[in-house]
């Protein structure tokens, strides 16, 4: 079994309508990235949640912790808080865990 850390916690109300979704398109597919131990999701916290809702085990894009990414196109990129825009795998994961809700999908 894969451990994998979702970056937020979910609004009841999304979640519903991401699991009614989710019942006819199946298995979504979420970017993560391969800490070892676990996986760190970079994205999808609603589907995440969803997909283990509904017994089912996302398709991942994993990304190696020393790959280099663009974060300005995540939703959760914020240029406040990010000095820069592009950053190791590695390191935007540790900062994504450190700030994430507790609890793994």
């Known amino acids: 079994m894969t451990?994998?850390?979702?970056i937020h916690g979910t609004d009841p109300d999304k979640l519903a309508q991401v699991i009614d979704e989710?019942?006819?398109l199946g298995a979504p597919t979420i970017e993560v990235v391969d800490c070892g131990d676990y996986m760190q999701a970079l994205e999808g916290s609603h589907r995440l949640a969803a997909a283990s809702a509904l017994g089912l085990m996302p398709a991942m894009i994993i990304h190696e912790q020393g790959e280099t990414?663009?974060?300005?196109?995540y939703d959760w990129f914020d240029e406040a808080n990010w000095s820069g825009q592009e950053y190791t795998a590695g390191e935007v994961a540790g900062e994504l865990f450190s700030a994430a809700p507790s609890g793994a999908l």
Not at 3 to 6: D, E, G, H, P, R
């Open 3 to 6: 451990t994998i850390y979702a």
């Open 22 to 24: 989710m019942r006819s």
């Open 69 to 73: 990414l663009d974060v300005t196109g």
